[in-house]
């Protein structure tokens, strides 16, 4: 990956937050670990370099991790100069290459569930046609066309969220939010999940407060939705992840809002390592705790969070400064334990907010996220 000296000097791409910038045959990607202080973008070639920009965190965040795997395969495919193969052959191509992308973070869904449709797409085409190249030509489309849903999506999400939210508190005009991690538009192809909801709560005026976490050992709340919130001109307060509770308990927050990486069917949900704890305190303090994430965040082939493959992280995230970055701030020969993500039991959140709609609990404490997603299938048409 190289830089782009076209896209180095970010004030364009500042403006917008893009984290994502793809035009046919071309990709380049924000590169989230040198946020606040370096605007610079990669050159994404190939699946290779988009394997390691999402393995290194150049870009995070489960949708835009899905975005850009597919782009840069889409990139890659469409200046393959000296492919003679088959049709059968370009499909085995892009599966291999689809399969080798998902290894880069296994825990988030999203991409697994963007790999599979894109195979599915790529076979479809490659039964019905002669030439190979129709075959490449169709994943580019889609690929393409993922980027696009995902903006509308994360805007219904902003919608439904603020509604929902407004309504839970009784149409209070003094709503404060605390929110972990970053789900905003540098972790999707833009707007946000739960920073979506924040936004589209500030927008419609009933925003006091978003707070912020600065969620360690990577700091994706201080270095990038603290980047976010400032850029957007929204009020707000950055903490540390271990003044979380005593925020609550001094009445500072009306409802907490995460994104997720992966939901399994009974609810539970995997999100940024210390979400759990903030799902235990809002529930002790009885503050409402919801999940803002889209349908491909779903995997109903787990049915419960137990099955969720947690990802851990290299030990230097935590030994040295800046979530690995920096000097060594940890004794040396001490022993690590790095998960990237933690499990929320679907008992401790209050709802899910989708493009869809917010899945709710019907008179007991489980979800029906199966039936909903069957629901609002049958109503696009799916």
Known sequence: MAP???????????NSLQSICYKRGSLQLLDQRKLPLQTTYLDIRDSTDGWHAIKDMVVRGAPAIAIAAALSLAVEVFNLEDFNGTPDEAFSFIVMKLEYLVSSRPTAVNLSDAAAKLKQIASTVAAATSDAKNVFEAFIEASEIMLEDDVASNKAIGTYGASFIQHLLENSKSISMLTHCNTGSL????????????????????????????????????????????HDNIPATLVADSAAAALMKDGRVNAVIVGADRVAANGDTANKIGTYSLAVSAKYH????????????????????QEIIIEERSPKELLHSQGGLGEQVAASGIS????????????????IITEKGVITK?????????????????????
Do not use: M
Not at 286 to 305: E, R
Not at 338 to 349: E, R, S, Y
């Open 286 to 305: 009885n503050i409402p705790f919801f999940v803002a994430a889209p349908l491909t965040s779903v995997d109903l082939s787990l049915s419960s969070g």
């Open 4 to 14: 782009n000296s076209e896209f180095t000097d970010g004030a364009e791409a500042a």
């Open 187 to 230: 972790a999707t192809a833009g707007y946000g999940t739960a920073l979506g909801v924040i936004r589209s709560l500030h927008t419609e005026g009933v925003l006091e407060r978003a707070y912020c976490t600065e969620t360690r050992p990577f700091n994706q709340g201080s270095r990038l939705t603290a980047f976010e919130l400032v």
């Open 362 to 382: 019907k008179g007991t404490d489980a979800f029906d996220i199966k039936g909903f997603v069957q629901k609002a299938a049958l109503q696009s048409g799916a």
């Open 336 to 351: 690590v334990w790095n998960p990237a993500f933690d499990v929320t039991p679907a008992n401790l959140i209050a709802g």
